[in-house]
């Protein structure tokens, strides 16, 4: 499959790079093996994989939390491995983890949206700014100067975007972040994260065992033993016989969307969410 | 009237600087008394006082009695024999170091009465790497972290059929030696994952960093530290003449 991200400017760029950790008794385990990625401005990349596939290898990766074993790593044509660079890489790239208690800084939701912010050296009045546009891009103004540990999960994870925000970054990479919330709190965290890269353009890469919340995204790139082995649209992944031997199964629209197309009805083949379908139905 | 958490932090100093260099009980439990007194006008519970010491109170016991039997001097109030075990030389020791810990853990007590992040900001205001400050207000927020990773750790041993309560005391230490490390190793965890986080927001990145709140000295707080620091070089110097 056609790799996307050539005809944007990327902003992100693998090139050759492969991963080893080590082992006890001096072995290494390969976590990733020669990946070639391009990621543009702007796009909404969901990354599926089994567990060990080397997603959360990739995503630290991209922040300089992890540096490659080969290859490089470039974020705007900075080099992760160029220690210089890596102050602008963690601004450019803001991450958020799967766990939203481990991820709480401060006592008060203000100063934690401006713990990063305030680690730029901006001015108080700057931080402020981007404090109060950050809550309001996640829909927490309203409870500035309550106690993080006090909020629902999805609020804290929301919280944990919002502090990324604050430093202004060109891309927001999510390591599972849905994976210990309800219903409601996955819902509105999806909605928020649309909502950034639609209307704030922000380029959004997304890890995730669930395939419907992947199936919004303008991409799709499957992992497995640390490679790439798949990268496209949802739709194109999910129909292809490759994805269900990678040990992974698509979301339940998608699914039908395929039944119906394989028994010659005609339907668009594009459609894997429901709400795409509902529209499809009930134009 | 809200007193900059600096203005406690000073308070706490003299009153524990005085505290270690006075010997007298008499004196002690005037500095004991003055302690509880800015407790009540900084609106501290005193009712609050008696839970924090509760677990304080045997440790000032064998303290007390400690002093009282190894320190000879003055008028003996008892003796077994010829054994004299009890002088007042010893019950005036013992009541100064009791009245001395009292003194030092009721002051240091001032400090719960701010925020644990005016308490951080009032340290960085006084030109303490943020380093440091902000390792203060980690291991503040890690202890509670702590005591409920012993807890899940408990429930968890209970699940399995064991009552913690009816488990012999040898058993018992022997059980919480083992129980020890998980709770060491998941709080370790999360302090990994919350290194890797702070590192993902550009902690360090850059040599200085700003910060969004300040905090601001008034006129109360100047009162308070001049007098506090006028009394306190009074007495040393009452004390050393």
Not at chain 2, 123 to 146: C, D, G, N
Not at chain 2, 161 to 174: Q, Y
Not at chain 2, 183 to 204: D, N, P, W
Request: a positive charge; charged letters at 15%; one cysteine or more.
């Amino acid at each position: 499959m056609a790799q996307q991200g050539e005809t944007m400017g990327r902003i992100i760029e693998l090139i050759n790079v492969s991963k080893e950790y080590l082992q006890a008794g001096d072995n290494t385990r390969q976590a990733l093996a020669d990946i070639n990625l391009g990621i543009g401005a702007g796009e909404l990349v969901g990354i599926a994989g089994m567990n060990g596939s080397g997603k959360t290898t990739l995503a630290r990766l991209l922040n300089a939390l992890l540096l490659p074993s080969s290859g490089k790593v470039l974020i705007n044509g900075m080099d992760t491995t160029e220690p210089g660079y890596q102050q602008e890489i963690r601004r450019q790239v803001g991450m958020v983890f799967q766990n939203p208690d481990n991820q709480i800084i401060n006592p008060i939701v203000d100063e934690e949206v401006a713990f990063g912010a305030e680690n730029l050296n901006l001015s108080p009045a700057e931080v402020r700014r981007r404090v109060n546009w950050a809550l309001e891009a996640v829909g927490l103004s309203d409870l500035c100067y309550h106690a993080p540990h006090l909020l629902s999960g999805g609020q804290k994870q929301r919280l944990a975007v919002a502090a990324a925000l604050a430093m202004r970054p060109e891309c927001l990479v999510l390591d599972e972040p849905t994976s210990m919330l309800d219903q409601p709190g996955r819902r509105k965290l999806l909605k928020c994260l649309l909502q950034l890269n639609r209307e704030h353009h922000l380029t959004i890469i997304m890890i995730s065992h669930c395939m419907e919340e992947l199936a919004v995204a303008d991409r799709l790139i499957v992992l497995h033993e640390g490679a790439v082995h798949m990268d496209g649209p949802p739709w194109v992944v999910f129909s292809s016989p490759q994805f269900t031997a990678l040990g992974l199964k698509p979301p339940p629209i998608a699914s039908i969307t395929g039944s119906l197309v394989r028994q010659g009805h005609q339907i668009d083949k594009k459609i894997v969410t429901l709400e795409q379908m509902v529209e499809y139905l009930c134009p | 009237m809200k007193v900059d958490p600096r203005s406690k932090m000073l308070l706490v100093i003299c009153i524990s600087g005085l505290a270690l260099i006075y010997n007298n009980p008499l004196q002690l439990a005037l500095l004991l008394a003055v302690s509880l007194a800015l407790l009540g006008a900084f609106r501290f519970d005193i009712g609050m006082i008696g839970g924090y010491l509760r677990p304080l109170v045997s440790l000032l016991l064998i303290l007390f009695l400690i002093q009282c039997l190894f320190t000879k001097g003055g008028q003996v109030w008892l003796t077994i024999g010829q054994l004299e075990l009890v002088s007042s030389a010893g019950l005036i020791a013992g009541a100064s170091v009791v009245l001395r810990i009292l003194v030092v853990v009721n002051s240091a007590m001032l400090l719960t009465t701010c925020s644990s992040r005016d308490f951080v900001l009032g340290l960085i205001q006084w030109k303490v790497p943020y380093e440091i400050a902000f390792m203060v207000s980690i291991a503040l927020r890690f202890l509670p972290l702590f005591r409920d990773e012993m807890q899940n750790v408990i429930t968890a041993v209970q699940l399995r059929g064991v009552e913690l309560k009816k488990v012999a005391w040898g058993e018992k230490i022997s059980m919480y030696r083992t129980l020890i490390f998980p709770v060491v190793y998941r709080t370790m965890l999360k302090a990994q994952q919350l290194s890797i986080v702070m590192e993902a927001r550009g902690f360090r990145a850059y040599p200085r960093r700003t910060y969004l709140r300040r905090l601001d000295l008034y006129w109360a707080d100047y009162v308070i530290m001049s007098l506090a620091l006028t009394v306190t070089v009074i007495l040393l110097v009452g004390q050393i003449l």
